[in-house]
């Protein structure tokens, strides 16, 4: 064992980290390693198959291997898990046939792009490079889907309308704008000729989805009880009762109706339902931001105000962390906000973006919550605070490690911990928390119901139309971000869940610690111990807080 690792366990860790990366040059990118920077990923068959032998062989040498301490073990459970885990999802098949706008090779060949450096000669060599690389990657790609569906293993039609929508929109501009921000003169003409050529290789790629791959696609949308149960262990890390959790998130919905009725009289007394007073607030100029550098400027401020007002009472925030940019998700992305993890060196720092979906004026009434799920107290506090824990986390917990119970349920805690401290007081903004929490909570219910086969109190089965229908009237969302939604859920079976699911063991476990410590009980020593102790399933997280003695 090398002197500068404190175990075995964190030195396999290490190496496994490094070699995954050696086969995923997105993987290096998003790190911060830059050795790959001019190449893609292999999605052929044999490149994801080599990904998985590491796997394999890793998971063998982790067996032989004995904890030294707590910290140890609970590194070696924690690998251990992910990787039985992904074996599972690829010996299925399952990891190859269920992509949609959000998770797929498409969506990260593009957002890669976003986090690369462009500041020098070698870094643009690097980008006009990989741009060249897309051409190969997507064929790579598609050679898989297609010898799976001769092979009975087929992705939803609707995905595959999804994902050539989205490579459509990237062929019209989405390399040459990343080329031109980088030379606004023009003067790099291999560069304009790169992404001309992966443009270029959009167009085609969203031709032979729906000329080719769609004939072959699957009618049905839902996945079925077996195939669900085995995507929402992998989400959350738990091993669900599933009706019984449907149940939950219909009784939790009817909760949170109550009171978005009792604060929707204080907004528009006559209203006749919840999506009256939504549009109400939408047209309410205290709630507008006009331009999109303006909104900027507020999610930017917001972000520093979050730290100001939480560091050193609530939570213990390194300053090292600090930074959490905000930025506009480029076109093509999904309907929803999203956050990227700062590099392995924090010399990129995490990113929060907000797709504007072509909208100049924004409502930031239903922002707000958002960006405290986002950024502070929630997804970037998480992530960057596990990305400098180098002492007490193994590199593969700090770099390869993100469960959506865990992780997603942290930062709807961390909403609802808002609520706690009166940061929603203001009427608007309570109802845009409410509305944040409304969709988690139908999400529960319709993401099972329509993969399960569920009825609605209605007796319609849960299936798109009747899932949108209930994301617009009792989420409160508009019509194209509940489009994009439905069709997330039905090509992401389990992640959506994981938001509510997790919130409930945050929640139920800071409650139980409360109670077994009483007055030893300590909020922010609660906060920054199990924001230190990294990422596990809810499972895990849930039996660790149990025996939590307060330090």
């Not at 064929?139 to 490579?167: M, P």
């Not at 989400?235 to 939790?252: S, V």
């Not at 959490?324 to 995490?350: H, I, K, N, V, W």
Request: aromatic content about 10%; glycine content about 6%.
């Amino acid at each position: 064992m090398a002197n500068n690792f404190r175990s075995a366990i964190f030195e396999l860790s290490d190496d496994y980290v490094t070699k995954s990366a050696q086969l995923s040059p997105i993987a290096a990118t998003s790190l911060g390693i830059p050795a790959g920077n001019h190449e893609l990923d292999d999605f052929s068959l044999a490149g994801t198959q080599r990904s998985a032998d590491l796997t394999q062989r890793t998971l063998g040498a982790l067996s032989m291997l004995d904890p030294i301490d707590e910290i140890d073990s609970i590194a070696k459970a924690v690998l251990q898990e992910r990787m039985k885990s992904s074996l599972a999802l690829h010996d299925s098949r399952e990891r190859h046939i269920l992509w949609n706008v959000i998770a797929s090779p498409v969506s990260r060949i593009r957002q890669v792009f976003e986090l690369m450096p462009k500041q020098t000669a070698s870094d643009i060599e690097a980008i006009t490079a990989r741009m060249h690389a897309i051409a190969g990657a997507h064929d790579s790609w598609c050679s898989t889907i297609e010898e799976l569906a001769h092979d009975g293993k087929r992705t939803a039609k609707r995905q595959v309308v999804a994902i050539a929508e989205q490579l459509n929109t990237f062929s019209k501009g989405a390399y040459s704008n990343i080329a031109t921000k980088i030379d606004p003169a023009g003067k790099n003409t291999e560069l304009a000729a790169a992404a001309k050529a992966a443009e270029a290789s959009c167009a085609k790629t969203s031709e032979w989805l729906k000329d080719t791959y769609l004939l072959l696609a699957n009618t049905a949308d839902a996945v079925g009880e077996e195939r669900y149960a085995l995507w929402s262990r992998f989400f959350t890390g738990a091993n669900l009762n599933l009706k019984a959790t449907y149940e939950w998130g219909l009784e939790d919905l009817a909760r949170i109706h109550d009171r978005m009725w009792k604060v929707a009289a204080k907004i528009k007394p006559n209203a006749t339902s919840l999506r009256e007073v939504a549009d109400h607030l939408e047209q309410d100029e205290r709630y507008l931001i006009h331009g999109e550098e303006n909104l900027l400027k507020k999610l930017s401020g917001f972000i520093d105000e979050s730290v100001r007002s939480l560091d050193g009472v609530y939570f213990d925030i390194d300053n090292r962390i600090k930074n959490c940019e905000a930025r506009l998700a480029p076109q093509g992305a999904a309907a929803a906000p999203y956050y990227m993890g700062p590099s392995e060196d924090l010399s990129r720092p995490g990113t929060t973006w907000y797709p504007t979906l072509g909208k100049t004026t924004f409502g930031w009434w239903h922002i707000a919550s958002t960006w405290y799920h986002e950024a502070v107290p929630g997804h970037h506090l998480q992530v960057a605070t596990v990305a400098v824990e180098k002492e007490r986390l193994s590199r593969f917990q700090r770099s390869s490690t993100f469960i959506s119970g865990h992780g997603e349920g942290w930062a709807l805690y961390a909403e609802r911990f808002m609520d706690e401290l009166g940061a929603f007081d203001d009427p608007g903004l309570e109802m845009g928390y409410l509305s944040a929490q409304a969709l988690r909570a139908t999400r529960v219910v319709i993401d099972i119901g329509m993969h399960l086969g569920y009825t609605n109190a209605a007796g319609e089965l849960w299936d798109a139309q009747t899932g949108f229908r209930a994301l617009v009237d009792q989420a409160l969302i508009n019509e194209d971000f509940a489009r994009s939604e439905i069709d997330r859920y039905l090509g992401w079976p389990g992640q959506a869940i994981a938001y509510k699911v997790g919130e409930r063991v945050w929640m139920r476990s800071r409650e139980d610690a409360k109670q077994r410590l009483g007055g030893k009980f300590d909020l922010k020593n609660f906060h920054n111990y199990f924001l230190k102790l990294g990422p596990m399933g809810l499972d895990a997280l849930e039996a660790t807080i149990a025996t939590w003695q307060g330090n």
